[in-house]
């Protein structure tokens, strides 16, 4: 079976999806091939018992116009939604107390998280010169530029929410350039901030109210629109042995199907996958090349869902709460899913998703179900002020390859993928591996894929 198509998306993840959506709105024929049996890549969303919960991603942040125009586009399929002002209230562990996270300048004097020889020491950051060492880590930016405090109360336990990484690992450049981009074109994180408030925004930039998002009734309903939108004949499922080779004049794209071999001959090809996957879907690009980005690492991480139908712990009226490294607990931190979003828990109830593993304590999340599950327990019924442990909802899910690290050798994995790009007309190579890691960040790359795919040499 062999057709010919104008570009073939390799995976249907929400860049696949989101590269899908726009291609279609530009009337450009494609076709997507997936290697699981459905579309959302590992965002998934289950009903179960009462609870509705997410087995991905749990939640996004409107940090694009681009993720809030894919809802404005499916408009009747899906329907964007914010987190209500709970979501606001963000907890820190300290000395096993849980610290709200402070979000005004009174609030920052008071509060205990941040020692007083830091919180004077702010007063000077807009004044200490910027940084020059472009490859500087987060944690040296920060202590630099705020404290230890602020680093082991603040930036450590928003780097283990996010990336479940390492401050002393990630390189602000890569991993955060708006953090970085602060001080490089204002001078000061505290400078810049207050600058940028007052610059004209454009009607796109309006759009990024940087709040807590997820779809009505789960974020596979906006998996499932963008697929149904995008025309469910032009997917592909169950793809093994996905070969990618160049042709005259394009590309020709084998796998086999239910053991069917199935060929397409394609002018573009634009891949959104794991770097880990290259090697094996483009034999045809050098070893030594593909290593400079296949060396990307990624965290490992456990996610566990609890759901429990009548709440006897703490008041869970917040975003949820994250663990410093320095506290030497089991768990990374605990998201209140039932607080931020309608309907996810019985009327009374309470759905908590927890997170273990991560870049530090990657054996962790090597252990088997029975030491997951004595390790949830003893840390939630201490940690929540559980009087008994009798959730009514026990889900484990495992991620080997869940955030990828953008550390001191993401400059080289972008340059490769650039100078591959440019060896091979028409391939593009996408995915979480560049431009960031967040679902707005997949919905902004997707719609640039599809400029890629419509204006070569962008």
Request: proline share 5%.
């Amino acid at each position: 079976m062999q057709s010919t198509i104008h570009t073939l998306i390799i995976g249907s993840g929400l860049t696949g999806l989101s590269t899908a959506h726009y291609l279609k709105k530009a009337g450009i024929p494609f076709h997507v091939v997936e290697k699981e049996s459905r579309p959302g890549g590992v965002i998934q969303t289950v009903t179960e018992n009462g609870f509705t919960y997410e087995l991905g991603p749990n939640t996004g942040v409107i940090g694009s116009s681009e993720i809030v125009e894919l809802f404005e586009d499916l408009q009747g399929l899906c329907e964007l939604e914010t987190a209500n002002e709970n979501a606001q209230k963000r907890y820190i562990l300290k000395n096993g107390k849980w610290e709200q996270l402070p979000s005004g300048v009174m609030a920052g004097i008071k509060t205990p998280l941040f020692t007083w020889k830091d919180k004077f020491r702010l007063l000077g950051e807009p004044f200490r010169s910027k940084g020059k060492d472009p490859h500087e880590t987060l944690s040296a930016l920060v202590k630099r530029r705020m404290g230890q405090s602020f680093l082991d109360y603040a930036i450590d336990p928003f780097i283990i929410g996010v990336y479940a990484g390492d401050p002393e690992i990630l390189v602000p450049k890569y991993a955060l350039p708006k953090l970085y981009n602060l001080e490089q074109n204002y001078g000061s994180f505290i400078g810049g901030a207050v600058k940028k408030q007052f610059e004209k925004k454009t009607e796109a930039e309006k759009k990024i109210t940087r709040k807590v998002f997820s779809a009505r009734g789960g974020l596979s309903n906006l998996v499932n629109a963008l697929y149904e939108n995008a025309g469910k004949e032009n997917f592909s499922f169950r793809a093994v042995n996905l070969q990618v080779v160049p042709e005259e004049g394009g590309y020709k794209v084998s796998w086999q199907t239910h053991g069917e071999k199935r060929e397409i001959n394609a002018r573009k090809v634009v891949f959104t996958g794991g770097s880990f996957a290259l090697p094996d879907v483009f034999p045809f690009i050098e070893r030594e090349k593909l290593e400079k980005i296949t060396r990307l690492r990624y965290a490992k991480i456990v996610e566990v869902t609890l759901g429990f139908k009548a709440w006897k712990g703490i008041e869970l009226n917040g975003f949820g709460g994250l663990i410093p490294s320095r506290e030497k607990r089991d768990i990374l931190g605990v998201l209140y899913m039932s607080t931020l979003f309608e309907n996810r828990a019985p009327k009374g109830g309470a759905l908590l998703t927890i997170f273990m593993g991560g870049i530090r304590n990657e054996n962790l999340a090597n252990q088997p179900d029975d030491k997951i599950k004595e390790v949830v327990e003893r840390e939630i019924t201490d940690l929540m002020q559980l009087p008994e442990f009798q959730p009514d909802l026990f889900k484990i899910t495992r991620y080997d390859y869940a955030i990828p690290q953008y550390e001191v050798n993401s400059g080289e994995r972008f340059e490769t993928i650039a100078e591959l790009e440019k060896e091979y007309p028409g391939l593009i190579l996408g995915g979480n591996m560049r431009d960031g890691i967040g679902m707005a960040d997949r919905a902004k790359q997707g719609k640039m894929l599809a400029e890629q795919v419509k204006n070569p040499g962008l």
